[in-house]
Protein backbone atom coordinates (compact mmCIF):
# COMPACT_ATOMS: atom_id res chain seq x y z
CA UNK A 1 0.00 0.00 0.00
CA UNK A 2 1.27 3.39 -1.06
CA UNK A 3 -0.01 6.71 0.58
CA UNK A 4 0.98 9.87 -0.27
CA UNK A 5 0.65 12.84 2.11
CA UNK A 6 1.25 16.48 0.99
CA UNK A 7 0.82 19.76 3.47
CA UNK A 8 -0.62 23.41 1.84
CA UNK A 9 -1.43 25.97 4.62
CA UNK A 10 -1.98 28.87 3.91
CA UNK A 11 -4.98 31.44 5.22
CA UNK A 12 -5.51 34.39 2.75
CA UNK A 13 -6.28 37.67 4.06
CA UNK A 14 -7.12 39.31 0.76
CA UNK A 15 -6.81 42.84 2.24
CA UNK A 16 -3.08 42.08 3.41
CA UNK A 17 -0.04 44.32 2.11
CA UNK A 18 1.97 41.29 3.08
CA UNK A 19 3.01 39.43 -0.09
CA UNK A 20 3.73 35.22 0.44
CA UNK A 21 5.83 34.01 -2.28
CA UNK A 22 7.36 30.36 -2.48
CA UNK A 23 10.16 31.15 0.20
CA UNK A 24 7.14 32.21 2.92
CA UNK A 25 5.98 28.85 3.51
CA UNK A 26 8.88 27.69 5.27
CA UNK A 27 12.18 28.55 6.71
CA UNK A 28 13.94 28.49 3.22
CA UNK A 29 10.42 27.46 1.57
CA UNK A 30 8.84 24.52 1.73
CA UNK A 31 10.33 21.04 2.90
CA UNK A 32 10.49 19.01 -0.36
CA UNK A 33 10.71 15.09 -0.59
CA UNK A 34 12.48 12.98 2.25
CA UNK A 35 12.68 16.57 4.36
CA UNK A 36 8.87 16.90 4.08
CA UNK A 37 8.81 13.78 5.99
CA UNK A 38 11.33 14.52 8.36
CA UNK A 39 10.52 17.71 9.27
CA UNK A 40 6.77 16.96 9.97
CA UNK A 41 7.07 13.59 11.91
CA UNK A 42 6.47 13.08 15.62
CA UNK A 43 4.80 17.14 15.09
CA UNK A 44 1.19 17.49 16.38
CA UNK A 45 -0.08 18.33 13.17
CA UNK A 46 -2.44 17.09 10.48
CA UNK A 47 0.26 15.55 8.57
CA UNK A 48 2.32 14.58 12.03
CA UNK A 49 -1.18 12.34 12.06
CA UNK A 50 -1.59 11.50 8.65
CA UNK A 51 2.54 10.15 9.21
CA UNK A 52 1.72 7.70 12.08
CA UNK A 53 -1.47 6.13 10.61
CA UNK A 54 0.69 5.60 7.23
CA UNK A 55 3.55 4.32 9.09
CA UNK A 56 1.15 2.10 11.55
CA UNK A 57 -0.67 0.50 8.79
CA UNK A 58 2.73 -0.41 7.48
CA UNK A 59 2.22 1.48 3.79
CA UNK A 60 4.86 3.23 1.84
CA UNK A 61 4.85 6.60 2.46
CA UNK A 62 5.37 9.70 -0.18
CA UNK A 63 5.48 13.03 0.74
CA UNK A 64 6.21 14.97 -2.00
CA UNK A 65 5.70 18.75 -0.26
CA UNK A 66 4.75 20.23 3.39
CA UNK A 67 4.92 24.17 3.17
CA UNK A 68 3.21 26.20 5.62
CA UNK A 69 3.14 30.02 5.63
CA UNK A 70 1.27 32.67 7.65
CA UNK A 71 -1.54 34.30 7.08
CA UNK A 72 -0.84 36.94 4.65
CA UNK A 73 -2.36 38.71 1.04
CA UNK A 74 -2.74 36.30 -1.74
CA UNK A 75 -0.36 33.55 -2.79
CA UNK A 76 2.25 34.42 -5.21
CA UNK A 77 0.72 32.24 -8.69
CA UNK A 78 3.91 30.73 -9.45
CA UNK A 79 4.32 29.00 -5.99
CA UNK A 80 0.97 28.10 -5.85
CA UNK A 81 1.25 26.82 -9.95
CA UNK A 82 4.92 25.03 -7.99
CA UNK A 83 2.94 22.99 -5.21
CA UNK A 84 0.62 22.32 -7.74
CA UNK A 85 2.82 20.88 -9.57
CA UNK A 86 4.66 18.84 -7.21
CA UNK A 87 2.21 16.78 -5.88
CA UNK A 88 0.16 16.13 -9.02
CA UNK A 89 3.75 14.72 -10.32
CA UNK A 90 3.49 12.56 -7.79
CA UNK A 91 0.07 11.55 -7.58
CA UNK A 92 0.82 10.52 -11.42
CA UNK A 93 2.91 8.03 -10.62
CA UNK A 94 0.59 6.28 -8.59
CA UNK A 95 -0.37 5.76 -4.78
CA UNK A 96 -3.69 4.04 -3.08
CA UNK A 97 -4.42 6.73 -0.84
CA UNK A 98 -4.02 10.68 -0.39
CA UNK A 99 -4.45 12.79 2.78
CA UNK A 100 -3.43 16.28 2.26
CA UNK A 101 -3.25 18.90 5.47
CA UNK A 102 -4.93 21.84 3.71
CA UNK A 103 -6.02 24.82 5.64
CA UNK A 104 -9.16 25.48 3.33
CA UNK A 105 -8.75 29.89 3.00
CA UNK A 106 -6.06 30.06 0.03
CA UNK A 107 -6.58 32.64 -2.46
CA UNK A 108 -4.11 32.93 -5.34
CA UNK A 109 -3.02 36.21 -6.81
CA UNK A 110 -4.26 36.06 -10.63
CA UNK A 111 -4.92 32.47 -10.25
CA UNK A 112 -8.12 31.59 -8.03
CA UNK A 113 -10.15 32.23 -5.01
CA UNK A 114 -9.83 28.34 -3.79
CA UNK A 115 -6.33 27.08 -3.95
CA UNK A 116 -7.49 24.11 -1.80
CA UNK A 117 -10.57 22.97 -3.95
CA UNK A 118 -8.18 24.00 -7.54
CA UNK A 119 -5.86 21.84 -6.39
CA UNK A 120 -8.03 18.49 -5.00
CA UNK A 121 -10.11 19.16 -8.31
CA UNK A 122 -6.51 18.57 -10.12
CA UNK A 123 -5.64 15.80 -8.21
CA UNK A 124 -8.91 14.00 -8.50
CA UNK A 125 -8.76 14.60 -12.53
CA UNK A 126 -5.29 12.62 -12.26
CA UNK A 127 -6.59 9.85 -9.80
CA UNK A 128 -10.20 9.41 -10.56
CA UNK A 129 -11.14 6.54 -7.67
CA UNK A 130 -8.35 7.06 -5.14
CA UNK A 131 -9.67 7.93 -1.81
CA UNK A 132 -8.59 11.42 -1.04
CA UNK A 133 -8.99 12.92 2.54
CA UNK A 134 -8.16 16.45 3.57
CA UNK A 135 -8.08 18.03 7.34
CA UNK A 136 -9.60 21.84 6.80
CA UNK A 137 -8.76 24.44 9.43
CA UNK A 138 -11.87 25.97 11.78
CA UNK A 139 -11.50 28.95 9.90
CA UNK A 140 -11.77 27.46 6.12
CA UNK A 141 -14.03 29.07 3.40
CA UNK A 142 -15.40 25.91 2.61
CA UNK A 143 -16.34 25.60 -1.16
CA UNK A 144 -18.24 23.26 -3.49
CA UNK A 145 -15.24 22.38 -5.22
CA UNK A 146 -13.52 21.21 -2.15
CA UNK A 147 -16.19 18.90 -1.22
CA UNK A 148 -17.07 17.63 -4.73
CA UNK A 149 -13.33 16.12 -5.31
CA UNK A 150 -12.50 15.17 -1.90
CA UNK A 151 -13.50 11.74 -0.25
CA UNK A 152 -13.44 12.83 3.63
CA UNK A 153 -12.88 16.32 5.36
CA UNK A 154 -12.36 16.90 8.56
CA UNK A 155 -11.64 19.97 10.23
CA UNK A 156 -10.79 21.55 13.87
CA UNK A 157 -13.05 21.70 16.60
CA UNK A 158 -11.03 24.01 18.43
CA UNK A 159 -10.17 27.69 18.39
CA UNK A 160 -7.30 27.89 19.54
CA UNK A 161 -6.45 25.32 17.66
CA UNK A 162 -5.47 22.38 19.89
CA UNK A 163 -6.71 19.52 18.06
CA UNK A 164 -4.52 19.49 14.75
CA UNK A 165 -3.45 16.08 14.97
CA UNK A 166 -6.77 14.45 16.29
CA UNK A 167 -8.29 16.74 12.92
CA UNK A 168 -5.22 14.46 11.03
CA UNK A 169 -6.45 11.07 12.66
CA UNK A 170 -9.85 11.52 11.59
CA UNK A 171 -9.45 12.53 8.53
CA UNK A 172 -6.71 9.91 7.60
CA UNK A 173 -8.75 6.84 9.69
CA UNK A 174 -11.75 7.86 7.56
CA UNK A 175 -9.50 7.65 4.14
CA UNK A 176 -8.00 4.21 5.53
CA UNK A 177 -11.34 3.20 6.03
CA UNK A 178 -12.64 3.75 2.38
CA UNK A 179 -9.45 2.15 0.92
CA UNK A 180 -10.23 -1.06 2.96
CA UNK A 181 -13.92 -1.29 1.91
CA UNK A 182 -15.42 -0.67 5.46
CA UNK A 183 -17.37 2.64 4.73
CA UNK A 184 -18.78 4.34 2.26
CA UNK A 185 -18.11 8.27 2.97
CA UNK A 186 -21.13 10.76 1.81
CA UNK A 187 -20.83 14.34 2.60
CA UNK A 188 -23.15 17.34 2.60
CA UNK A 189 -22.19 20.70 2.82
CA UNK A 190 -23.84 24.18 3.02
CA UNK A 191 -22.87 27.59 3.97
CA UNK A 192 -25.22 30.18 5.73
CA UNK A 193 -24.93 34.40 5.09
CA UNK A 194 -22.94 35.13 8.25
CA UNK A 195 -19.38 36.65 8.03
CA UNK A 196 -18.74 35.81 11.60
CA UNK A 197 -15.97 37.72 13.81
CA UNK A 198 -12.36 36.11 14.82
CA UNK A 199 -12.89 36.95 18.43
CA UNK A 200 -16.04 35.28 18.42
CA UNK A 201 -15.03 32.31 17.55
CA UNK A 202 -13.41 30.84 20.80
CA UNK A 203 -14.75 27.70 20.92
CA UNK A 204 -14.95 26.93 25.01
CA UNK A 205 -17.15 30.11 25.17
CA UNK A 206 -20.56 31.46 24.11
CA UNK A 207 -22.19 30.62 20.80
CA UNK A 208 -19.01 29.09 19.44
CA UNK A 209 -18.84 26.67 21.90
CA UNK A 210 -22.87 26.02 21.48
CA UNK A 211 -22.23 25.87 17.71
CA UNK A 212 -18.94 23.00 17.91
CA UNK A 213 -21.04 21.11 20.73
CA UNK A 214 -23.71 20.91 18.43
CA UNK A 215 -21.41 18.94 15.88
CA UNK A 216 -19.79 17.10 18.35
CA UNK A 217 -23.51 15.79 19.48
CA UNK A 218 -24.32 14.59 16.36
CA UNK A 219 -20.98 12.98 15.19
CA UNK A 220 -21.75 10.36 18.34
CA UNK A 221 -24.60 9.69 16.15
CA UNK A 222 -25.06 6.33 14.21
CA UNK A 223 -24.23 6.53 10.84
CA UNK A 224 -22.35 9.51 11.09
CA UNK A 225 -18.74 9.48 10.59
CA UNK A 226 -17.58 13.25 11.05
CA UNK A 227 -19.01 16.45 11.93
CA UNK A 228 -16.70 20.05 11.29
CA UNK A 229 -18.11 23.58 12.00
CA UNK A 230 -15.92 26.02 9.96
CA UNK A 231 -16.21 29.76 11.41
CA UNK A 232 -14.60 30.86 8.34
CA UNK A 233 -12.13 33.42 7.57
CA UNK A 234 -14.06 36.92 6.93
CA UNK A 235 -11.03 39.02 5.93
CA UNK A 236 -11.02 37.29 2.76
CA UNK A 237 -12.82 38.92 -0.32
CA UNK A 238 -14.25 35.54 -1.72
CA UNK A 239 -17.83 34.95 -2.76
CA UNK A 240 -17.78 31.71 -0.32
CA UNK A 241 -16.46 33.35 2.98
CA UNK A 242 -18.67 32.69 6.09
CA UNK A 243 -19.76 30.20 8.50
CA UNK A 244 -20.62 26.42 7.20
CA UNK A 245 -20.06 22.89 8.08
CA UNK A 246 -20.25 19.34 6.84
CA UNK A 247 -21.31 16.27 7.98
CA UNK A 248 -20.09 13.11 6.58
CA UNK A 249 -22.28 9.85 6.88
CA UNK A 250 -21.63 6.14 5.96
CA UNK A 251 -23.91 5.90 2.62
CA UNK A 252 -26.43 8.18 4.16
CA UNK A 253 -27.09 11.30 1.83
CA UNK A 254 -30.01 12.20 3.73
CA UNK A 255 -28.93 12.08 7.15
CA UNK A 256 -25.71 14.11 6.09
CA UNK A 257 -28.06 16.71 4.43
CA UNK A 258 -29.92 16.77 7.42
CA UNK A 259 -27.61 17.15 10.14
CA UNK A 260 -25.92 19.83 8.52
CA UNK A 261 -28.65 21.81 8.38
CA UNK A 262 -29.34 21.09 11.88
CA UNK A 263 -26.18 22.62 13.01
CA UNK A 264 -26.21 25.69 10.89
CA UNK A 265 -29.42 26.25 11.93
CA UNK A 266 -27.86 26.69 15.55
CA UNK A 267 -25.10 29.14 14.06
CA UNK A 268 -28.22 30.99 12.15
CA UNK A 269 -30.48 31.59 15.20
CA UNK A 270 -27.36 32.87 17.66
CA UNK A 271 -25.67 35.29 14.82
CA UNK A 272 -25.80 38.34 16.53
CA UNK A 273 -23.28 36.66 19.18
CA UNK A 274 -20.66 36.43 16.57
CA UNK A 275 -20.03 39.75 16.43
CA UNK A 276 -17.01 41.80 18.61
CA UNK A 277 -17.63 45.54 19.20
CA UNK A 278 -14.40 47.38 20.35
CA UNK A 279 -14.01 49.67 22.89
CA UNK A 280 -11.34 53.11 22.05
CA UNK A 281 -7.73 52.12 22.34
CA UNK A 282 -7.05 54.77 24.89
CA UNK A 283 -9.50 53.01 27.61
CA UNK A 284 -7.95 50.16 27.17
CA UNK A 285 -4.33 51.36 28.28
CA UNK A 286 -6.62 53.46 30.69
CA UNK A 287 -8.17 50.41 32.23
CA UNK A 288 -4.42 48.29 31.94
CA UNK A 289 -2.62 51.27 34.32
CA UNK A 290 -5.53 50.81 36.56
CA UNK A 291 -4.71 47.37 37.31
CA UNK A 292 -2.17 46.79 39.96
CA UNK A 293 -1.25 43.08 39.77
CA UNK A 294 0.54 41.84 36.56
CA UNK A 295 1.19 39.87 34.43
CA UNK A 296 -1.17 42.31 32.17
CA UNK A 297 -1.97 40.78 28.68
CA UNK A 298 -2.79 43.65 26.52
CA UNK A 299 -3.90 41.86 23.12
CA UNK A 300 -2.96 43.85 20.07
CA UNK A 301 -5.60 42.14 17.96
CA UNK A 302 -5.93 44.23 14.29
CA UNK A 303 -2.08 43.44 13.97
CA UNK A 304 -2.57 39.80 14.60
CA UNK A 305 -0.41 38.25 12.02
CA UNK A 306 -2.16 34.92 12.36
CA UNK A 307 -4.78 36.72 10.94
CA UNK A 308 -2.91 38.44 7.53
CA UNK A 309 -1.86 40.90 9.70
CA UNK A 310 1.44 43.40 9.00
CA UNK A 311 2.74 42.55 12.73
CA UNK A 312 5.04 45.68 12.69
CA UNK A 313 1.74 49.17 13.29
CA UNK A 314 2.77 50.78 16.94
CA UNK A 315 0.05 52.26 18.17
CA UNK A 316 -0.59 50.25 21.19
CA UNK A 317 2.62 50.59 22.30
CA UNK A 318 2.75 54.23 20.95
CA UNK A 319 -0.14 54.88 23.25
CA UNK A 320 0.77 52.28 26.13
CA UNK A 321 4.08 54.65 26.71
CA UNK A 322 2.05 57.72 26.31
CA UNK A 323 0.25 56.63 29.38
CA UNK A 324 3.16 55.72 31.45
CA UNK A 325 3.55 51.77 31.27
CA UNK A 326 6.87 50.45 32.01
CA UNK A 327 7.95 46.84 32.69
CA UNK A 328 6.65 45.77 29.45
CA UNK A 329 7.52 43.16 27.26
CA UNK A 330 6.51 43.51 23.27
CA UNK A 331 6.70 41.24 20.71
CA UNK A 332 7.32 39.90 18.21
CA UNK A 333 7.02 42.93 15.85
CA UNK A 334 8.17 42.16 12.56
CA UNK A 335 11.01 45.14 10.92
CA UNK A 336 13.53 43.20 9.16
CA UNK A 337 14.91 47.15 8.37
CA UNK A 338 15.52 47.55 12.15
CA UNK A 339 16.55 44.51 12.83
CA UNK A 340 19.37 45.24 10.08
CA UNK A 341 20.28 48.29 11.77
CA UNK A 342 20.37 47.20 15.25
CA UNK A 343 22.58 44.22 14.64
CA UNK A 344 24.96 46.78 12.45
CA UNK A 345 25.42 49.01 15.73
CA UNK A 346 26.26 45.67 17.90
CA UNK A 347 24.83 44.01 21.09
CA UNK A 348 25.22 46.25 24.14
CA UNK A 349 24.97 49.89 21.71
CA UNK A 350 22.32 52.21 22.56
CA UNK A 351 21.06 53.90 19.67
CA UNK A 352 17.62 56.03 18.71
CA UNK A 353 15.72 54.53 15.86
CA UNK A 354 12.28 53.77 14.33
CA UNK A 355 10.54 50.54 14.88
CA UNK A 356 7.74 49.12 12.73
CA UNK A 357 5.39 51.10 11.07
CA UNK A 358 7.35 50.14 7.80
CA UNK A 359 4.44 49.18 5.65
CA UNK A 360 1.40 50.97 4.26
CA UNK A 361 -1.85 49.27 4.01
CA UNK A 362 -4.01 50.64 1.16
CA UNK A 363 -6.89 48.64 1.97
CA UNK A 364 -8.07 50.15 4.76
CA UNK A 365 -6.59 53.84 4.00
CA UNK A 366 -3.54 53.54 6.99
CA UNK A 367 0.04 54.60 6.00
CA UNK A 368 2.76 52.76 8.08
CA UNK A 369 3.63 54.98 11.33
CA UNK A 370 6.97 54.04 12.95
CA UNK A 371 7.74 55.11 16.63
CA UNK A 372 11.23 56.13 17.18
CA UNK A 373 12.72 55.07 20.12
CA UNK A 374 16.12 55.06 22.43
CA UNK A 375 17.08 51.64 23.63
CA UNK A 376 20.19 49.42 24.13
CA UNK A 377 20.71 46.36 22.11
CA UNK A 378 20.52 43.65 24.98
CA UNK A 379 20.18 40.49 22.81
CA UNK A 380 20.69 39.12 19.12
CA UNK A 381 20.03 35.49 18.55
CA UNK A 382 18.93 33.77 15.13
CA UNK A 383 15.53 33.71 16.81
CA UNK A 384 14.77 29.83 16.12
CA UNK A 385 13.11 27.36 18.67
CA UNK A 386 10.81 24.49 18.92
CA UNK A 387 7.28 24.91 20.01
CA UNK A 388 6.47 22.91 23.29
CA UNK A 389 2.83 24.34 23.80
CA UNK A 390 -0.64 22.66 22.60
CA UNK A 391 -0.36 24.34 19.23
CA UNK A 392 2.13 23.08 16.60
CA UNK A 393 3.37 21.11 19.04
CA UNK A 394 7.18 20.23 17.54
CA UNK A 395 7.61 22.57 15.36
CA UNK A 396 10.99 24.50 14.58
CA UNK A 397 9.88 28.14 14.61
CA UNK A 398 12.17 30.40 12.79
CA UNK A 399 11.74 33.82 13.16
CA UNK A 400 14.53 35.20 11.17
CA UNK A 401 17.58 37.38 12.64
CA UNK A 402 15.80 38.58 16.21
CA UNK A 403 16.57 41.74 18.38
CA UNK A 404 16.04 42.59 21.94
CA UNK A 405 15.45 46.31 22.11
CA UNK A 406 15.71 47.59 25.58
CA UNK A 407 14.29 50.85 25.78
CA UNK A 408 13.74 50.91 30.11
CA UNK A 409 9.62 51.12 29.98
CA UNK A 410 10.01 48.20 27.14
CA UNK A 411 11.73 44.94 26.29
CA UNK A 412 10.76 44.97 22.49
CA UNK A 413 11.70 41.83 20.40
CA UNK A 414 11.80 42.53 16.61
CA UNK A 415 12.04 39.83 13.61
CA UNK A 416 12.66 39.70 10.22
CA UNK A 417 9.74 36.84 10.00
CA UNK A 418 6.26 36.79 10.46
CA UNK A 419 6.01 34.93 14.11
CA UNK A 420 2.69 34.87 16.19
CA UNK A 421 2.98 34.54 19.87
CA UNK A 422 2.07 31.26 20.13
CA UNK A 423 4.71 29.87 22.52
CA UNK A 424 6.65 31.15 25.65
CA UNK A 425 9.43 30.53 23.30
CA UNK A 426 8.63 33.98 21.33
CA UNK A 427 10.17 35.47 24.63
CA UNK A 428 11.86 32.60 26.11
CA UNK A 429 14.75 31.96 23.37
CA UNK A 430 15.88 35.87 24.05
CA UNK A 431 16.35 35.88 27.41
CA UNK A 432 13.06 37.33 28.37
CA UNK A 433 11.38 35.78 31.33
CA UNK A 434 7.53 36.72 30.70
CA UNK A 435 6.37 36.08 34.26
CA UNK A 436 8.00 38.78 35.37
CA UNK A 437 7.08 41.35 33.29
CA UNK A 438 3.51 43.71 34.36
CA UNK A 439 2.63 44.05 31.02
CA UNK A 440 3.35 41.75 28.00
CA UNK A 441 1.89 43.09 24.87
CA UNK A 442 0.90 40.44 22.69
CA UNK A 443 0.00 40.63 18.76
CA UNK A 444 -2.67 37.93 19.27
CA UNK A 445 -5.92 36.96 18.39
CA UNK A 446 -6.45 33.86 20.17
CA UNK A 447 -3.42 31.70 19.84
CA UNK A 448 -2.46 33.29 23.20
CA UNK A 449 -4.92 31.82 25.63
CA UNK A 450 -3.51 28.03 26.02
CA UNK A 451 0.07 29.68 26.74
CA UNK A 452 -0.07 33.02 27.96
CA UNK A 453 -3.52 33.70 29.80
CA UNK A 454 -2.63 30.97 32.29
CA UNK A 455 0.33 33.40 33.20
CA UNK A 456 -1.36 36.64 33.32
CA UNK A 457 -4.21 38.17 36.27
CA UNK A 458 -5.33 40.08 33.49
CA UNK A 459 -6.07 40.78 29.82
CA UNK A 460 -7.48 43.68 27.80
CA UNK A 461 -7.99 43.51 23.79
CA UNK A 462 -6.59 46.74 22.49
CA UNK A 463 -8.13 48.36 19.19
CA UNK A 464 -4.92 48.96 17.54
CA UNK A 465 -4.11 49.33 13.39
CA UNK A 466 -3.94 46.85 11.49
CA UNK A 467 -5.79 44.64 8.43
CA UNK A 468 -7.03 42.18 11.17
CA UNK A 469 -9.13 44.03 12.91
CA UNK A 470 -12.34 43.39 13.84
CA UNK A 471 -14.14 46.23 12.55
CA UNK A 472 -16.15 44.94 9.52
CA UNK A 473 -17.08 48.43 8.29
CA UNK A 474 -13.47 49.33 7.33
CA UNK A 475 -12.88 46.42 4.65
CA UNK A 476 -14.64 47.40 1.35
CA UNK A 477 -15.95 44.00 -0.11
CA UNK A 478 -16.54 43.31 -3.69
CA UNK A 479 -16.54 39.86 -4.45
CA UNK A 480 -18.06 38.17 -1.29
CA UNK A 481 -21.59 36.99 -1.62
CA UNK A 482 -24.42 39.52 -0.78
CA UNK A 483 -26.64 39.75 1.33
CA UNK A 484 -24.82 38.34 4.20
CA UNK A 485 -24.60 39.36 7.97
CA UNK A 486 -23.71 41.79 9.47
CA UNK A 487 -23.03 43.89 6.26
CA UNK A 488 -26.40 43.67 5.84
CA UNK A 489 -28.92 43.82 8.68
CA UNK A 490 -32.15 42.33 6.86
CA UNK A 491 -31.08 39.04 5.93
CA UNK A 492 -32.82 35.84 5.66
CA UNK A 493 -31.93 32.17 5.60
CA UNK A 494 -34.52 29.90 5.15
CA UNK A 495 -33.02 26.19 5.67
Same mark, same amino acid.
Given at each position: $????????????????? /?????????? %???????????? $?? *???????????LAEKARAEIVTPIAGFAYPSGPVDAK????? &?? =????????? &?? @??????? +??????????? *???????????????TPIGVSLDLHANVTEKMVRNATVIAG?????????????????????????????? =?????????? @????????????????????????????????? #???????????????????????? !??????????????????????????????????????? #???????? %????? &? @?????????? =??????????????????? %???????????????????????? #?? $?????????????? +???????????????????????????? /? =??????????????????????????????? #??????????????????????????? &???????? !?????????????????? %??? /?????
Amino acid at each position: $MKILIAQMEHETNTFSP /VETPWEAFGP %DGPYLGKAAYEG $MK *GTRTPIGAFIDLAEKARAEIVTPIAGFAYPSGPVDAKAYDQF &CE =VICESVDKG &CD @AIMLDLH +GAMVVRDRTFD *GEGTLIEKIRGIAPSTPIGVSLDLHANVTEKMVRNATVIAGYKTYPHIDMYETGELAGELTLRTLRGEINP =VMHWENIPLL @AQLLKMNTSVEAMQEFARTAASIQEKPGVLATS #TFGGFPMADIPEAGMSAIVVTDGD !AALARSECQNILRNAWSNKEQFIWYDKPLEESIKEAKNL #TDGPILLL %DHPDN &C @ASGATQDTMA =VLREALKQGLTNIAVGPIR %DPQAVEILISAGLGAEITTDIGGK #TD $MPAIGKKGEPLQLK +GIIKNITNGEYTITGPQFTGVRAAMGRT /V =VFDTGDAEIVITEKLQEPWDLGVFTSVGIDP #TQKKYLLLKSKMYYRPIFLPLARHSIH &CAGVGVGA !ADWKMFQYKNLRRPIYPL %DES /VTHIF
